[in-house]
């Protein structure tokens, strides 16, 4: 007697959904393609020595990789949400596929047992049926596959570009960042006090950045925390550091995710805490050694272990030098401190040289 046979009209539904997809496939087959790398073959920031362009362009450079950025971020996006897609309609197709073969087998064990010549024709004819819906999936899921195939080569190949377009934005920050720090300085160097022939014999200071004379509060002064404003500078977006480690602020790095921006509130905040942070290491330090520092040296100290980290200031024996009296010897072991990314930075000689002059108030 004749069958109800489910699995062929679910298997067409399925089918039609499918043949929707592909045609939606070949049409975004025809348009450009998303990311700005494959339509212009090249980006012209991508080798761009940053270090010898301007203020302007580097930040003209930054801006444009960072749109590049996000759009191949949406693609790669798109691509995976397709690809799930994609495996949905594959996982479907063979689930469709498994039933009609179970109902096959059944069929196929009922023509066994059929008695009249009626019976088996009818049984026949549903078996052809069911095999014609078997191949037909067959087919389908062979056309997902080459589509997964497809989408799969394209996530790999954006997301080879969006590693290429992210190593570039990272450097464009970091130089944006350092010519910022340098522009920094220049006006706070111009608009200082012209220091004597005499005065410049003391390592050549603006007597404004030293510390007040007199022992350790076991917080740092005012003029430190405007030095170390001009030493870190503050760019409000996040970026990679001459080491790769996302910072944003006053030199802020905890937590730091790339895309970050911040106030100028939080920046202060950040700085505020970080701060407090160092000066209870160092506090802690110098009473372990029993080092009784002047302001001028927790200062230094604190200055240092916020740039260099606190595993630098315990290591480098500086703290162990000034509980014997040796302030030249800390000086001089301070002042090797300048490398970063296996360079010599002249922003950081210039620190260190400042911090070391403190030593000694």
């Not at 444009?64 to 479907?92: C, H, P, R």
């Not at 405007?226 to 030493?231: D, G, Q």
């Not at 024996?317 to 000086?331: H, P, S, T």
């Amino acid at each position: 007697m004749p069958q109800n046979i489910s699995g062929i009209n679910a298997a067409n539904s399925v089918n039609t959904s499918f043949e929707s997809k592909i045609k939606e496939t070949d049409e975004a087959d025809k348009k450009p393609a998303g990311s700005s790398l494959e339509k212009t073959d090249e980006n012209i920031y991508l080798e761009a020595n940053f270090e010898d362009m301007s203020l302007e362009d580097v930040t003209n450079a930054a801006q444009s990789l960072n749109e590049e950025l996000l759009g191949l971020q949406m693609e790669v996006e798109n691509l995976e949400t397709m690809l799930e897609s994609d495996e949905s309609i594959k996982q479907t197709f063979e689930n469709q596929r498994e039933n009609i073969k179970k109902q096959l087998k059944q069929l196929q064990e009922k023509l066994q047992k059929a008695e009249t010549a009626d019976e088996k024709g009818t049984l026949k004819k549903q078996i052809t049926n069911l095999k014609s819906n078997i191949e037909a999936l067959n087919s389908q899921i062979s056309a997902i596959l080459n589509t997964i195939q497809g989408h799969s080569a394209a996530k790999t190949a954006t997301t080879t570009d969006l590693a290429q377009v992210s190593q570039s934005y990272r450097k464009a920050q970091l130089a944006q960042n350092t010519k910022e720090n340098e522009l920094n300085r220049s006006s706070n160097d111009a608009n200082s006090t012209q220091i004597s022939g005499a005065a410049a014999s003391s390592s050549a200071l603006n007597t404004s950045s030293m510390p007040p004379k007199g022992a350790s509060s076991g917080k740092v002064s005012s003029n430190m925390i405007n030095a170390l404003r001009n030493f870190e500078g503050c760019p409000l977006t996040a970026y990679q550091d001459s080491g790769g480690v996302w910072t944003i602020g006053y030199g802020h790095t905890s937590g730091v995710q790339p895309g970050q921006t911040i106030s100028q509130a939080q920046a202060d905040a950040y700085l505020k805490q970080d701060i407090a942070s160092f000066e209870n290491e160092v506090s802690s330090l110098a009473k372990n050694k029993g080092v009784k520092l002047t302001q001028g040296q927790f200062d230094a100290l604190v200055s240092f272990s916020y740039n260099c980290g606190g595993g630098n200031l315990r290591s480098s024996g500086i703290m162990d030098m000034l509980k014997n009296g040796n302030i030249d010897a800390a000086a001089s072991k301070m002042k090797e401190y300048t490398h970063a990314g296996g360079k010599v930075l002249q922003g950081l000689v210039k620190r260190r040289e400042t911090e070391a002059s403190w030593l000694y108030a």
